[in-house]
């Protein structure tokens, strides 16, 4: 497949070198061209704008840092929107919010182009080995297109529904219940450490017996050595995702009083100077709070 | 081992019943006569009291709904504990509270007896299947002493420490990351829900990707359908079992914002009349909350 | 003073008529022109569009909906700002966002006009009164010109600061502070209630000895009588002056648990179709959480 | 009237001071005697033994720290409880649990004495003034019984009903509702501090407009300043009205999340060493969330 991939950051790099890798013809565009050029050697196309690099493309795989990156690239005069043919598909691979989801659907459409939504979960070194979880939604000709695509980048592809945001609010959904996962561990290791039980031992416990998802065992190795660098997705990251979770419930209408404490725990992490390190870093107020560790 | 089992309830009857099949040598104690009777035909003797019950025993194992019934079994005058040997272990293995559990530590001690808190996780038919999950902590020698019977009743033993309250703590904080596994499904699916997406798809990629530990599972299907009947671990002793927890993290100076909202979903679905449900049905307050159920 | 006075509604129509009361000079703009009309009899010039109405005035006063009718009727191209002269003061007095209001402080300053934010705490009966309570936030200079204008509409004037944007933050901050005597009523209320105590006799004791603030009184009542119509201050209004705070929490980074609480609250009443009450409606949540009045 | 005065602490001096002035004939008892003695100028007696102060009087007052010690003093076998004669009325005080206040009710019944419950609002300076708020609950007959003793040491008694315990209830939620007022105003400075507006000119707004209760007053000023010493009433004390208010609201069925809030933030507050201070210094954690002040 032609696939014109836009945003070459930590997550879409890798990405798009397992596209190259199964025999896909890329074209590249990223807003720092260096980090394009870097793909050069393997034989992919580097564009100097997005509307270049989607001329002749069958899709369009953005990946990008969030909504604002979308629109500009996309969306904005004179963009891959615009430059894209009829009959071209855009698969949105970032995590954007249900709102911009549903404009780019209908957006699309109008130019008689397609849109599919199709966020992942999966940190880099998942999306290096091709292993990401694609969680896909939209018309379901085109996501059958895709699937040569998302075969190449991840290990196995969920169809949530044929309206593209259901795929984007599954993927928030699923970042939120990450989060519960960091808070339980957070107040529990709060609790056993100050109780003078051994945090290692306890995540042991836990992790050998019903918490045996691997975000157990790393978001738990995290918390129980309160170290949160080197960032595997950083703390802002997450307080967006957050804050896009919230417009989405409150869009719907739907309370969600445990997303409301982890924005307080995330805006608190970032007023107490954790923005550099991992999201998980929000767990260190829970020691805090209780006194097990010092303030800075 | 010579054991005395006390407490012969949904998960005590499966456990004693494999120590039986294990080749050890049971006397049975339970309020209600009539549920030890019904071991007589597999060979184990049926004790009118705790006291007798203990007489000649070499390992206690108490099985019972809280700390008043341990109390009145094993501390209260005449009960087991006066009645055992120097010597004797009492191994706890129901869901008690630290400080009951410390107490208790410290009357054996004085009667020149031992004790090893073991609480498990596992509902009755892991218990069937002696697949149990053993939290174990107390002094080294007697967990040791003690591994022969947890072998029989579960499939993997963690020591928690030398204290026999870590292994009660592990227990109540395990219990607690439970609860916050239910209140993340079920602010998840309220918002899927009314935004139009397919409960179960959702929960399926889910799983399927990144919450893979069963419990997602048991309790997503449960949110999923809406349905909280029949009760595998009721309402009430979800309830008990958080304030046990918040009891312990008051103790202990430990503020668990998370767990202050799990207790008042809990108090909330009581006072709705959820209370002959599973305790999971506190996720139904997710669904009123947004309006996607209707309110009985 | 010359006035040019946009917007008529509940509150604006009063405020309006005091300052012609006072004996200033005033020019109207309405969206919908029969309600400007209306004072017409009282010697008031109607204008057709917010330029025209601003054109020779020396006081622009803003009197909005919110955010968006202000960008309408003031920023757009063509509208009151670009309208109006060098020189002259726009004052805004309905609740806006914090951002917006900054936004207006550079605009205003770019045009070599001035700007003053001034929002009011008071419900149409404190308007009708002249006895506002006026949180004033601008160039010193600005705000003593417009102290005959405060004068005519309020019973006291505070001056925040010279920064506009912290009498936005004070107004909305004071809003904040009311839904927490909501919540608190209603929590206490729901107790009492469910406890066999009677909710008017509880409120007397209260409102009688430390809550001694009218607020406790008015809120109290509906509370106790479980009754939020006709409407002082609708629902969503409540929930958008919540939205605002928490923008401005976040964007000055400071984490407000009990603000998140109470969104979750409006944002639960208006799922379960409180959306025409009194915002004080969301105390229904606790009767009902409570299991004291039915669901409806 | 013949009174027995038990517990002369900071509250329970005044009180008693303020009945001898007003013409009461009072024997004093006090865990520590030279407290009481130094009435003795004051023409009282005083007295060695609970059950010795009680022995001739009409009423016995009890202002004491907490549920033990009412328990230790008028319960247990051989105290005031014993001692009083038939007829003679206990009046309690002091802040005590709400399942206390119903068993007072049903032993003293049983002794054929009559039980009120009369807690109180205000601080020692109103104590001391003869100023404080009493409500009561109890036996219509025994209240009006009281009210000359209730006239000497409060300006106002509210009557909340024929069944003691609604006293208690009415009293912790007060309490309550006072931390809410504490909890509001922290959020609001932890933002108007951060925003760069002046916390003291912020409350003068408030306390000016709407907020005209002294709470917000003498609460305010503290969290203006952020300092909470010397304290009125500590932090441990709060902590255990707030622990007796939710034990109220569980036996109820009520949640009561904003109480839940309050109650991990006192823990917290205690956590990080504030436990010396007045029970407001929980709002000091609200600006340390926010970065507003250092952690110490």
Same mark, same amino acid.
């Given at each position: 497949v032609k696939v014109a991939f836009i945003g070459l950051g930590k997550m879409g790099a890798p990405m798009a070198r397992n596209l190259i890798e199964a025999g896909h013809t890329l074209t590249l565009y990223n807003r720092t061209r260096a980090r394009a050029e870097s793909f050069a050697a393997q034989d992919a196309k580097v564009a100097d704008t997005p509307a270049t690099a989607v001329a002749d493309a069958e899709a369009i795989i953005t990946m990008l840092s969030g909504d604002r990156a979308v629109e500009e690239t996309v969306i904005a005069p004179g963009q891959a929107l615009e430059a894209a043919a009829p009959g071209t598909v855009h698969v949105s691979m970032s995590t954007i919010s249900v709102a911009l989801s549903r404009r780019l659907g209908t957006a699309h459409g109008q130019a008689r182009q397609h849109f599919v939504a199709a966020p992942v979960f999966g940190r880099p070194d998942l999306?290096?080995?091709?292993?990401?979880?694609?969680?896909?939604?939209?018309?379901?000709?085109?996501? #059958?297109?895709?699937?040569?695509?998302?075969?190449?980048?991840?290990?196995?592809?969920?169809?949530?529904?044929?309206?593209?945001?259901?795929? &984007?609010?599954?993927?928030?959904?699923? &970042?939120?219940?990450?989060s519960a996962v960091i808070e339980s561990l957070a107040e529990s290791m709060a609790l056993v450490r100050k109780s003078g039980v051994d945090a290692s031992t306890f995540l042991e416990a836990l992790t050998g017996s019903?918490?045996?998802?691997?975000?157990?065992?790393?978001?738990?190795?995290?918390?129980?050595? #309160?170290?949160?660098?080197?960032?595997?997705?950083?703390?802002?990251?997450?307080?967006?995702? &957050?804050?896009?979770?919230?417009?989405?419930?409150?869009?719907?209408?739907?309370?969600?009083?445990?997303?409301?404490?982890?924005?307080?725990?995330?805006?608190?992490?970032?007023?107490?100077?954790?923005?550099?390190?991992?999201?998980?870093?929000?767990?260190?107020?829970?020691?805090? #709070?209780?006194?097990?560790?010092?303030s800075d």
């Amino acid at each position: 497949v032609k696939v014109a991939f836009i945003g070459l950051g930590k997550m879409g790099a890798p990405m798009a070198r397992n596209l190259i890798e199964a025999g896909h013809t890329l074209t590249l565009y990223n807003r720092t061209r260096a980090r394009a050029e870097s793909f050069a050697a393997q034989d992919a196309k580097v564009a100097d704008t997005p509307a270049t690099a989607v001329a002749d493309a069958e899709a369009i795989i953005t990946m990008l840092s969030g909504d604002r990156a979308v629109e500009e690239t996309v969306i904005a005069p004179g963009q891959a929107l615009e430059a894209a043919a009829p009959g071209t598909v855009h698969v949105s691979m970032s995590t954007i919010s249900v709102a911009l989801s549903r404009r780019l659907g209908t957006a699309h459409g109008q130019a008689r182009q397609h849109f599919v939504a199709a966020p992942v979960f999966g940190r880099p070194d998942l999306a290096e080995a091709g292993k990401l979880f694609v969680m896909a939604a939209g018309p379901h000709a085109q996501i #059958d297109r895709c699937r040569p695509l998302f075969a190449a980048m991840g290990q196995k592809t969920f169809v949530l529904g044929a309206e593209p945001p259901a795929a &984007n609010l599954a993927k928030l959904a699923g &970042n939120f219940m990450i989060s519960a996962v960091i808070e339980s561990l957070a107040e529990s290791m709060a609790l056993v450490r100050k109780s003078g039980v051994d945090a290692s031992t306890f995540l042991e416990a836990l992790t050998g017996s019903l918490f045996t998802a691997p975000i157990y065992q790393g978001y738990g190795r995290m918390i129980a050595a #309160d170290t949160y660098e080197p960032a595997g997705f950083g703390l802002p990251l997450g307080f967006k995702d &957050n804050r896009l979770l919230l417009a989405a419930a409150e869009e719907a209408g739907v309370p969600m009083p445990l997303a409301s404490l982890v924005r307080d725990r995330l805006l608190g992490a970032l007023a107490q100077g954790l923005g550099e390190a991992d999201w998980a870093a929000f767990a260190r107020l829970s020691l805090r #709070d209780a006194g097990v560790v010092p303030s800075d």
